[in-house]
């Protein structure tokens, strides 16, 4: 009888950790892979959000041809073309300025809200194409107006690049190592 109960007891032990592995494999049956994302890709998918006007006090700014850069280790940069402008034909005012702009940070992703966040953004370079009265009168209202609106982090929507679409929903992550951004997928 005792070796009638201890064959039942092994096979319902057994039974048990079969059961039990079985649910622990449907709870972790979920895989997580790293995408990588060149410089020149990061660049292509930013291009999907651009070009973006912004309203200052005194003028409006248009944002184009965006540029990710990989700075360093931390780092990654985002340089894009401007045209700074004042245009009120009741005023007799019409003032046009371009130059350029990098902005850069640590990058991260808030996965609930599947947004790219900038962590300690830094106006690195602000660059007009001609250095005159109005130019410097627009950088200095600039440089008001980024210490003034620009959050920590900059929360950014994910670009609608093609090369996203199809894994979009599976970003649980968004990693850089100084020379490659991953984006870590859960399925």
């Known amino acids: 009888m005792s070796q009638q109960f201890s064959r039942r007891y092994r096979r319902a ?7 039990g592995l079985g649910l622990a494999g449907l709870v972790h049956a979920a895989f997580t892979t790293a995408v990588p994302v060149s410089e020149q890709l990061a660049g292509d998918m930013a291009v999907s ?25 931390e780092r990654i940069g985002l340089g894009v073309a401007f045209q ?21 940070g640590r990058v991260a992703y808030d996965a609930s809200a599947r947004q790219v966040l900038l962590h300690d953004p830094l106006l690195e370079r602000l660059e007009f194409d001609r ?11 600039l440089q008001t107006a980024w210490s003034e ?12 690049h093609p090369y996203l679409q199809p894994f979009k929903a599976n970003i649980a992550d968004i990693r850089y190592d100084g020379s490659h951004i991953s984006l870590v997928l859960v399925y």
């Open 149 to 160: 609106r620009v959050t920590n982090p900059i929360r950014s929507e994910l670009p609608p």
């Open 49 to 73: 959000n651009f070009p973006v006007g912004l309203a200052l006090e005194d003028f409006k700014l248009l944002l184009s041809d965006p540029q990710v850069r990989f700075l360093g280790p």
């Open 84 to 104: 700074a402008y004042d245009h009120r034909p009741a005023e007799g005012i019409a003032v046009s300025e371009t130059g350029r702009a990098m902005l850069s």
């Open 13 to 19: 032990w057994l039974a048990s950790v079969f059961i």
């Open 131 to 141: 250095d005159n009265a109005v130019t410097r009168q627009f950088a200095g209202q």
